[in-house]
T-cell receptor, first 112, second 112 residues
Framework: AQSVTQLGSHVSVSEGALVLLRCNYSSSVPPYLFWYVQYPNQGLQLLLK??????LVKGINGFEAEFKKSETSFHLTKPSAHMSDAAEYFC??????????FGAGTRLFVKA | DSGVTQTPKHLITATGQRVTLRCSPRSGDLSVYWYQQSLDQGLQFLIQ???????AKGNILERFSAQQFPDLHSELNLSSLELGDSALYFC???????????FGPGTRLTVL
């Protein structure tokens, strides 16, 4: 079985500050891990994906995430927040024939 | 543009009615997923089809049903609608059963 927990339903940062969105997962098999972003009134779109290659995954719009097996984490980071990053972010896990499980989402606010 | 299309974009109907939401996956994708997103419940996985067969079921009510046709498009049927069914309904598609999911723009259902 699999599960995913996103710590913090809301995160607020200042423009130019580091963005850190936390995701912890549970999986009985080697997982595939995803981060998706949802802008207002739009569907989700893939930011990045981990599939057991490099543990540091680079995605679109300057985001990256690091897979840490020992911590069962897949946190999303961006060195410098931009106003356009304000959105909701979803972490997801799949693998081993199990359906993809999405986290509850974290809404990112960016202050000018 | 993800390549996934959903119709209609908006649907307003009354309690007790029945509606059909339609989804066309990206060209070549065999898996179709349906999700419901509401403010109080977040993103809820409803059901997945792979090449015409049901593969996984989530929190789908008995009043709801879905199918995937030979041309791989899918329909989600919602019947005996209640006020609480008002939500955004997303369709997503992927090549395989656990690959990256590409989301459509959603259908906003309002039940009055």
């Amino acid at each position: 079985a699999q599960s995913v927990t996103q710590l913090g339903s809301h995160v607020s940062v200042s423009e130019g500050a580091l963005v850190l969105l936390r995701c912890n997962y549970s999986s009985s098999v080697p997982p595939y891990l995803f981060w998706y972003v949802q802008y207002p009134n739009q569907g989700l779109q893939l930011l990045l994906k981990y599939t057991s290659a490099a543990t540091l995954v680079k995605g679109i719009n300057g985001f990256e995430a690091e897979f840490k097996k020992s911590e069962t984490s897949f946190h999303l980071t961006k060195p410098s927040a931009h106003m356009s990053d304000a959105a909701e972010y979803f972490c997801a896990v799949s693998g081993g024939g199990f359906k993809t499980i999405f986290g509850a989402g974290t809404r990112l606010f960016v202050k000018a | 543009d993800s390549g996934v299309t959903q119709t209609p974009k908006h649907l307003i109907t009354a309690t007790g009615q029945r509606v059909t939401l339609r989804c066309s996956p990206r060209s070549g994708d065999l898996s179709v997923y349906w999700y419901q997103q509401s403010l109080d419940q977040g993103l809820q996985f409803l059901i997945q089809y792979y090449n015409g067969e049901e593969r996984a079921k989530g929190n789908i009510l008995e009043r709801f049903s879905a199918q995937q046709f030979p041309d791989l498009h899918s329909e989600l049927n919602l019947s005996s609608l209640e006020l609480g069914d008002s939500a955004l309904y997303f369709c997503a598609s992927s090549l395989g059963r656990q690959d990256t999911q590409y989301f459509g723009p959603g259908t906003r259902l309002t039940v009055l």
